[in-house]
């Protein structure tokens, strides 16, 4: 039951990042892929250029957690004291982690599109 929880919290976090690259479509869409000249890259705030520069993050790190996901499930079958705490951690860093990129990316995508934005930045 131990091995399903590790893979679970591996597929949460696959999914929070699933969720977080596709608050930065219309991002991209809009300032990368297709851009509009009325919208120009200079009056995008701070937290979009870091977004937009950071996106490797998006699939680097479910990348990284599946790695650490399997050198956890064999150092635990190898030592299984503890096992609780452990898996405990594991479920902790995945939320918060997960959490993290997802409010971080969602909120950068978000906000260049926001009425506030939008207004103080003519």
């Given at each position: 039951?131990?091995?399903?929880t590790i893979i679970l919290n591996t597929?949460?976090?696959g999914?929070?990042?699933?969720?977080?690259s596709a608050s930065q479509k219309r991002l991209r869409n809009n300032y990368l892929h297709y851009p509009d000249d009325s919208r120009?890259?200079?009056l995008l705030p701070q937290i979009s250029h870091l977004a937009l520069k950071g996106y490797w993050l998006i699939?680097?790190?479910p990348l990284v957690w599946i790695i650490v996901s399997v050198l956890l499930i064999s150092a635990l079958k190898r030592n299984p004291e503890k096992r609780g705490d452990w898996i405990q951690l594991h479920t902790s860093a995945t939320l918060f982690i997960g959490a993290g990129i997802l409010l971080f990316f969602v909120t950068a995508g978000m906000l260049p599109f926001t009425?506030?934005?939008l207004y103080l930045s003519k």
């Open positions: 039951m131990w091995r399903v597929a949460i976090l999914i929070m990042s699933l969720g977080a120009p890259m200079d699939y680097t790190l009425s506030a934005h």
